[in-house]
């Protein structure tokens, strides 16, 4: 003879038992808003920047500002790339700001290895030489700048540019780059000495490897400062061959001195986009970077 067994049925979630989640729920509300908020303030102008990228002049115009564009069509990026000289003002943006950057992290990085694990009379009153030339406004020196430029001949060329860069750039380069060696062990480098490694030796086989990190963050905040810089751009640049592409952006100008709002929007968002792709490229070494110098050990 055979049993059966009969299961009762569930019994339904008391309201007492549902009390505690709907208030961890309320509890999250308000900061589930405000991160929707800070997603739309920030990616709503992206947005916004790429539709109005493939829109025409009449479109601009006529339409209101939230209207999609008629057809979505890569004339703009074409007319800015040919017609607008983004090639050209690219190019002179590379060739002014690579140069510099590279020369800004071999002197920085050699500086803050020198000050921070090189014992010698009188760093600390280096060091605070750097600091100070943090504090100095960029717009004092322009005038002086210019004046040594155009009396060495310099002017006409992207040589300006390029020590100008590196020299507003060098004090912060050294300040960082000698924090992430003080997050360096010591006894590392008393190790290499026994071992019989001289100075260039321990800072080219151990130091370097051990801040590739802290490099790559160096070079990326360094990079977006000089690559968006305008005031020094527009006060070296004499000539239309020699604009970066932040100069060339301000004076993107259609024929009588109208704006074409499409292709302008089309050059802003080769601008945007592309180092935009830089930082996300390199989003991980940067977060490894910030917090190296961070902690000490």
Do not use: H
Not at 196 to 218: D, E, Y
Not at 276 to 294: E, H, P, W
């Amino acid at each position: 003879m055979s049993t059966s067994t009969l299961t009762a049925p569930a019994r339904p979630q008391a309201p007492a038992q549902r009390r505690p989640r709907r208030a961890r729920w309320l509890k999250k509300l308000p900061t589930t808003i405000i991160v929707a908020l800070l997603l739309i303030v920030e990616i709503y102008p992206l947005v916004w920047l790429l539709l109005g990228s493939f829109k025409t002049n009449k479109e601009f115009l006529e339409e209101p500002v939230w209207s999609l564009p008629a057809s979505f069509n890569f004339d703009n990026y074409v007319d800015a790339w040919t017609t607008g000289n983004i090639a050209q003002y690219a190019t002179n943006s590379i060739l002014a700001v690579f140069p510099a950057l590279f020369l800004m992290l071999v002197m920085g990085t050699a500086a803050g290895f020198a000050l921070e694990v090189m014992v010698w009379k009188g760093r600390n009153g280096v060091l605070l030489a750097f600091l100070t030339g943090i504090m100095v406004p960029g717009q004092m020196i322009l005038l002086p700048l210019f004046t040594v430029y155009f009396q060495t001949g310099l002017t006409g060329t992207l040589w300006p540019l390029i020590i100008t860069y590196t020299a507003t750039g060098l004090p912060l380069t050294v300040f960082m780059m000698a924090t992430y060696f003080r997050s360096v062990p010591r006894e590392v480098f008393e190790a290499s000495t026994l071992d019989g490694a001289n100075i260039l030796r321990s800072f080219f086989s151990i130091g370097l490897p051990m801040i590739k990190n802290a490099i790559f963050t160096v070079a990326l905040v360094q990079f977006f400062f000089i690559w968006n810089d305008l005031l020094i751009a527009l006060t070296f640049t004499n000539s239309t061959d020699l604009r970066t592409i932040q100069v060339g952006l301000l004076n993107f100008n259609g024929e009588y001195g109208s704006t074409n709002y499409g292709p302008l929007f089309a050059a802003i968002c080769i601008n945007v986009f592309g180092t935009l792709v830089i930082y996300l490229f390199l989003n991980q070494r940067v977060q490894k970077g910030l917090t190296a110098g961070s902690v000490k050990g």
